[in-house]
């Protein structure tokens, strides 16, 4: 694609004004890209990560529990980045908790799904699975 600048100078004002021109040429743009869907369940999603840890799924809203910890990361980084959500209504659904530990579960997740080979495809997975 060629540019072709042209500059105009009006005497009068002092300014100073610039055309921009694109010559035609015989191409055609296609972007390929695809779009990854936002619109998942947020039940849907506690239930595959239930499923696929192997816990209760009671246990994921309990709070204080050491073990579950990396489960709930896990899980509010699926909620965070698949159905669209905010961190408030992420507190709505996990029950009693602050946007602030919201924040730091995801952090967990993101740690732990680049870091830990049992949770790497945790995300591919899931939108196999429902998809």
Do not use: H, W
């Amino acid at each position: 694609m060629e540019l072709v600048l042209r500059t105009k100078t009006v005497l009068l004002d002092n300014i100073t004004e610039e055309e921009t021109e694109f010559k035609e040429e015989k191409s055609e743009y296609r972007s390929e890209r695809k779009i990854l869907v936002r619109d998942f369940n947020a039940e849907d999603i506690v239930q595959y990560v239930a499923d696929k840890f192997k816990i209760e799924k009671s246990l994921i809203y309990l709070k204080y529990q050491k073990e579950v910890m990396p489960v709930r990361g896990v899980l509010v980084l699926l909620l965070r980045n698949l159905c669209n959500v905010s961190c408030k209504d992420i507190c709505k659904i996990l029950g009693n908790i602050t946007s602030s530990r919201v924040s730091k579960l995801s952090s967990l997740g993101v740690e732990l799904v680049s870091s830990d080979e049992r949770y790497r495809n945790i995300i591919d997975d899931f939108i196999a699975c429902y998809c």
